[in-house]
């Protein structure tokens, strides 16, 4: 196996794990403070998050069409911070369940394509 292989996998299992955790997060909270001020750690772990996806797009330079698809689950992430209340914590509280998702999707696709034979 050769190193940019090797790093393609290490890239796909730090974003699935990265993803896992803030999925995490918000499946396990359920109230508008909760939503609307994150912990630092959550944060931190997004910044990450991003940082990643941005390496993996310099290092190996495709771009598949999941690649694109984990803005949602950042969307899902900022946007009820910002637009939450207490009467619609139930409706942004679903959005930030599923949309979270969108941050493991991309790594499943990409675990997916790594094990693939050619």
């Given amino acids: 196996m050769n190193l940019k292989k090797l790093f393609k996998i290490l890239i796909t299992i730090a974003l699935l794990a990265l993803g896992g955790w803030i999925v995490s997060y918000f499946w396990s909270v359920n109230t508008a403070d909760a939503v609307a001020r994150l912990p630092f750690y959550v944060t931190v772990l997004c910044m990450v998050y991003v940082g990643l996806q941005i390496l993996k797009r310099l290092i190996f330079k495709s771009q598949n069409w999941w690649d694109w698809l984990y803005y949602f689950g950042l ?44």
């Fill in 75 to 118: 969307i899902s992430v900022m946007l009820p911070a910002y637009m939450i209340t207490e009467e619609t914590v139930g409706v942004y509280s679903l959005l930030t369940d599923y949309g979270t998702l969108f941050l493991i999707i991309p790594a499943l696709m990409d675990g997916r394509e790594n094990t693939k034979r050619k």
